[in-house]
């Protein structure tokens, strides 16, 4: 059974390897956005790349996320699938032993007895006798155990193949959802978004929190925003590395809320970081702008294509952040109206 794992893992990181290439052409020729559509502020900063040169480098970070992600989730089942199969050839070793002796020993010293018709005698009264029942008591005892280990990491190795299966079924919807504006509820974006982290947040110790509140949808591309929503869980999950006194912890909270007599969908993306400076926060979400040493950290991107994403859809992005207090990022979607 777990060879056909492996088999199936084996065509899996192939299918996605394909997938990537299709993603990565799509992007590539997906249709402008419309001029109406483009952020006022974007227009207004002059030194702000073209956009389509924001988008391209932001979905090539995203790419390169997703990949890393996923061949990161195919790495652990492989791995769990080595030390399945190293644990199931041991087992099966051992099972051997003893069978060996139950059948070549045990059982051919009961049917002697039996046929002799001293089997009462042999197991009250002979000192080798006596030994059997509970020798083979332990015998099973044991083998019962094995099998239940053996079970556990089949089990182990069945959940971690469908994380992996989930996940790039997730990863292709979203890749060929790109460029169709739909009405979609924030609060599954906001899951799928905290799915696809959730192999990234722990390998850094990160608790995700979700308290989705507020059930409202909003008219916008919901690949385009999924991607919006894992920019800013990245970036949480980053700020946290250097975290050690305390749990590190994400919170995301979506509610109801008025802007300007309009209504809309707020989300809240909260960490227990390290904050940010005033002049930090001021140029968060210029181009090139990062405090990342890390190359593969990203390059100033994110948050800058976070904001014309966001903009472009009728919405607004806020920081707000002081050192040693954590980071806080509010998203504000607006409720898409009935005739959208």
């Not at 993603?23 to 030194?47: F, H, I, T």
């Not at 002796?101 to 010293?109: N, V, W």
């Not at 919405?315 to 707000?320: A, P, R």
Request: glycine fraction near 6%; aromatic fraction near 6%.
């Amino acid at each position: 059974m777990l060879y056909i794992y492996i088999a199936i893992i084996i065509v899996l990181v192939a299918a996605y390897l394909v997938m990537l290439w299709a993603a990565r052409r799509k992007v590539r020729a997906a249709p402008e956005p419309q001029k109406q559509e483009e952020s006022v502020l974007a227009e207004s900063k002059q030194n702000y790349p073209s956009e389509d040169e924001t988008v391209r480098l932001a979905e090539e970070d995203w790419m390169r996320q997703m990949f890393s992600g996923t061949i990161h989730n195919i790495g652990n089942v492989i791995t769990v699938a080595r030390l399945a199969v190293s644990e199931l050839e041991e087992a099966n070793n051992e099972k051997k032993e003893v069978l060996d002796m139950i059948l070549g020993e045990i059982l051919p010293a009961f049917e002697s007895h039996v046929e002799s018709g001293d089997i009462g005698q042999f197991l009250l009264e002979d000192p080798v006798g006596k030994q059997y029942v509970g020798s083979l008591r332990q015998l099973l005892q044991q083998q019962n155990k094995i099998l239940q280990e053996q079970r556990e990491t089949v089990a182990a190795l069945t959940q971690k193949l469908n994380h992996i299966t989930e996940i790039i079924s997730l990863q292709q919807r979203l890749v060929s959802g790109v460029g169709r504006r739909e009405i979609v509820p924030v609060n599954s974006l906001w899951r799928d978004a905290a799915k696809m982290m959730s192999e990234s947040a722990a390998r850094h110790e990160v608790e995700i929190a979700l308290e989705l509140q507020c059930p409202d949808a909003a008219n916008i591309d919901p690949s385009m925003m999924t991607q919006v929503f894992i920019n800013l869980l990245k970036n949480a999950i980053e700020a946290l590395d250097d975290v050690s006194d305390r749990t590190r912890e994400i919170k995301i909270s979506t509610a109801g809320a008025e802007h300007k007599g309009a209504a809309y969908v707020k989300s809240v993306i909260r960490d227990n970081g390290p904050g940010m400076s005033r002049e930090v926060l001021e140029q968060i979400f210029d181009f090139g702008f990062t405090t990342k040493t890390a190359e593969s950290y990203g390059r100033g991107v994110g948050l800058n294509y976070c904001q014309r994403t966001i903009e472009k859809f009728g919405g607004f992005i806020e920081g707000v952040s002081e050192p040693g207090q954590g980071s806080e990022f509010n998203v504000w979607l607006k409720v898409a109206a009935d005739n959208d």
